[in-house]
């Protein structure tokens, strides 16, 4: 039986998240499907993936300086000797720097090894240090990479410029848009939420961490001055406290809500008016993706990934993501003209049909029978 390995940092929030499609992909046509990642389950019990057969607990650490690494590479090294896996395909930052360490020895005797960047922490823009401190592990450990995939086209034209055998454009990880129809008691959730009929609901998902900047869509809030206005933001994350002091700081506890984890992601979006999305990095959110299926308007910072997602002024507004007035103003242009945030839901929904999934998938589907 040919055997696939996935690795990754996490299970929960990367594994399970994004990559379940082709684990069921490979599991229907007859291969052995593992995963190698932390468990980062609150309740490590509650661990389940779907279509795996066999799943390795892996001390792989997002920090690179982490001492677990090492571990992990050596978790790793005799995994794939024991297994012999035809397919490698790693994941995340350090997943992609560990998976291709362990796998160095396994590739010389024919095992093809895919690492997909879900975003290069080098990128135009980026400060000085991470090209210093990331681009010259990309490109040392290019020279073990099969197939290096690219989600978005800046970062697709600078592996160009590694050492990488082939490399190829995947227009994301693939959007099933069956999940996104209208939401019927979309009043309902308004009303579970505490709004009225006349409040305007702003959404935005993602970790709360910097990179996420939440805190500049808070400011934001403040500087609108509008009590109709409210912003949920679903996540979790180091920020929190952070977060909940500005909120209480500026005085909004009653505009700006944490929402927390929620499994309800698409009838919260389904429900609401506009999507906000200030990230500092990106590759190409999916939370950004979800909310134009789900047809909002969205405002988003003039970053890599964002912008090919994103057209201006046809799908919403692309700002600096620390400007806090430009975003407030753009916030205002939108609610100031309905008629364009119908225009703009109609093209984010249309537009978005060109990274769903079945399409990724055939694409990522001729790559695996190519490799072999």
């Known amino acids: 039986m040919k055997k696939v390995l996935f690795v990754a940092t996490v299970v929960r929030l990367h594994i399970n998240l994004f990559h379940l499609p082709y684990i069921k992909w490979f599991k229907e046509h007859g291969w052995q499907v593992d995963v190698a990642a932390n468990n980062d389950f609150k309740n490590p019990e509650e661990c389940n993936i779907p279509y795996c057969d066999h799943f390795y607990p892996t001390a792989i650490q997002r920090s690179p300086i982490r001492k677990d690494n090492l571990q992990a590479i050596r978790q790793l090294q005799q995994l794939i000797e024991k297994e012999e896996y035809q397919i490698i395909h790693c994941h995340t930052p350090m997943g992609g720097v560990v998976a291709r360490i362990a796998a160095a020895k396994s590739r010389r005797l024919g095992t093809k090894v895919l690492y997909t960047a879900h975003g290069f922490h080098f990128y135009k823009g980026a400060p000085l240090f991470n090209w210093i401190a990331y681009?010259?592990?990309?490109?040392?450990?290019?020279?073990f990479t099969d197939v290096l995939i690219t989600i978005n086209r800046e970062d697709y034209k600078q592996a160009k410029?590694?050492?990488?055998?082939?490399?190829?454009?995947?227009?994301?990880?693939?959007?099933?848009?069956?999940k996104f129809h209208e939401v019927s008691d979309a009043s309902d959730v308004r009303s579970t939420l505490g709004l009225v009929k006349n409040d305007i609901f702003a959404i935005?998902?993602?970790?709360?961490?910097?990179?996420?900047?939440q805190i500049t869509l808070i400011r934001a809030v403040a500087k609108l001055g509008n009590p109709h206005f409210h912003l949920f933001i679903c996540g979790d994350g180091v920020q929190r406290e952070t977060l909940a002091a500005e909120i209480k700081h500026l005085g909004l506890e009653e505009q700006v809500h944490l929402l927390g984890f929620r499994k309800d992601v698409y009838r919260l979006c389904g429900s609401a008016d506009?999507?906000?999305f200030v990230s500092l990095q990106e590759g190409l959110p999916v939370a950004v993706m979800e909310a134009m299926a789900c047809g909002l308007p969205v405002i988003c910072s003039d970053i890599r990934g964002n912008k090919e997602l994103i057209t201006q002024e046809k799908g919403g507004y692309l700002v600096n993501p620390t400007d806090i007035d430009e975003t407030a103003q753009c916030i205002r242009q939108?609610?100031?003209?309905?008629?364009?945030?119908?225009?703009?839901?109609?093209?984010?929904?249309?537009?978005?049909?060109?990274y769903r999934m079945d399409v990724v998938i055939d694409q990522m589907a001729g790559i695996y029978r190519s490799v072999l």
């Open 135 to 143: 681009y010259p592990v990309e490109r040392i450990l290019s020279h």
């Open 161 to 178: 410029h590694l050492k990488a055998r082939r490399v190829e454009y995947v227009p994301g990880v693939g959007l099933d848009l069956s």
């Open 204 to 213: 935005t998902v993602g970790e709360l961490i910097k990179r996420k900047n």
């Open 274 to 276: 506009l999507f906000l």
């Open 334 to 354: 939108c609610l100031e003209k309905p008629e364009q945030m119908k225009q703009m839901k109609r093209y984010n929904k249309e537009k978005i049909k060109k």
